[in-house]
């Protein structure tokens, strides 16, 4: 075995609630976890606002201030954060391989799994073409950009409802385009939205196609129940339609369902692979609350701990 392969009893992917909760247990119990924090440090909460139903904060709290507070809770215990990818794994061995980025080995006894879940988009051919000219999944990141100026969000669900609430703060008009003639959003965030005087709910409506001379300038929209074509003038257009698992890297080896989320044992994080556990959003297409996420993040560190017992590692 060459010198440049760390070995570790616990490696941690991802940095949402689910693996800063699983670092925070796992360093408890001495399992001295590795947490590589992928692409985007802290998750999904990160580009989001206020988050109000996290419990412990009565009065609500900024996602990314969340996020940096399970961090310093996880390095308190003495997590290693490290700010790269996990590009590859090999699960293969009873000892289960994993590489970085930059190429860097790694032989991790137990792997948890917390890489969550990024935004979907629409596949318009135009949605590309526009990418970051006017077209976003993250109003919080990108709506700034477009003060003063109208704007269209895709959805019905509840990041379409707080994009639109988002964006109804900076912009004249928010266009709000749902497929449907319902909302899926919660009860108070329909009612936010309806009592909100400059977004307007355009029902059975699907964007086409994206106009504009090098940046976005306006969204041809259709009428799915009397096929009635028109055109909205937006300069910004923002999609917010739900999200997909980041579980590519493990297709070879992990069961997953038919939209790509990792199955779990009934009752525990255990994945199909001895010492390989699933947390968070990458297992959770039901619930995909901050709240889940820590606590699956909980359960997989518990049961990182069991399964290092029961093999005698420690
Ligand atoms: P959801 O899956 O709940 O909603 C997706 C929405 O996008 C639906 O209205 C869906 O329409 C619509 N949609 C999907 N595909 C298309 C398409 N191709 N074209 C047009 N519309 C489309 O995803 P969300 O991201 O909104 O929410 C995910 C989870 O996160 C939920 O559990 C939600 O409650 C939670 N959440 C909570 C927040 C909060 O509490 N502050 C904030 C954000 C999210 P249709 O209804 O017709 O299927």
Request: aromatic letters at 8%; glycine letters at 10%; proline letters at 3%.
């Amino acid at each position: 075995m060459s010198d440049s392969i760390e070995k570790m009893l616990c490696l941690i992917i991802g940095s949402g609630p689910a693996g800063y909760s699983a670092a925070i247990y796992a360093a408890r119990a001495n399992l001295s976890p590795v947490l590589y924090t992928g692409m985007q440090p802290g998750g999904q909460l990160t580009i989001t606002t206020e988050v109000e139903n996290y419990p412990g904060y009565p009065k609500g709290v900024q996602g990314p201030e969340m996020m940096e507070d399970l961090k310093a809770q996880a390095e308190r215990f003495g997590t290693d954060v490290r700010y790269e990818l996990i590009a590859k794994v090999d699960f293969t061995g009873p000892v289960h391989k994993a590489w970085t980025e930059s190429g860097k080995e790694i032989h991790a006894e137990t792997i948890i799994i917390a890489t969550g879940a990024s935004a979907k988009w629409l596949g318009l051919e135009t949605e590309e073409k526009f990418m970051n000219k006017g077209v976003s999944a993250c109003a919080v990141c990108d709506g700034f950009f477009f003060r003063g100026q109208e704007v269209a969000v895709v959805g019905g669900g509840d990041t379409a409802a707080e994009e639109s609430l988002y964006l109804s703060k900076l912009c004249p008009k928010v266009h709000l385009l749902v497929r449907r003639d319902e909302l899926r959003a919660s009860k108070i965030m329909q009612e936010r939205v309806m009592a909100a005087k400059n977004i307007e709910i355009h029902w059975n409506t699907e964007a086409q196609e994206i106009i504009g001379n090098g940046e976005v300038e306006g969204v041809r929209v259709i009428q799915n129940k009397t096929q009635e074509e028109s055109t909205l003038e937006v300069k910004g257009f923002f999609v917010a339609i739900g999200h997909e698992p980041n579980t590519d890297i493990f297709k070879d080896w992990l069961d997953m369902d038919d939209t790509n989320y990792l199955i779990t044992q009934a009752g525990s994080t255990k994945t199909n692979r001895p010492g390989v556990f699933a947390s968070g959003d990458a297992q959770d297409k039901i619930y995909r609350q901050a709240v889940t996420a820590a606590g699956t993040g909980c359960m997989a560190a518990l049961d990182a701990e069991r399964y290092l017992t029961e093999i005698g590692k420690i």
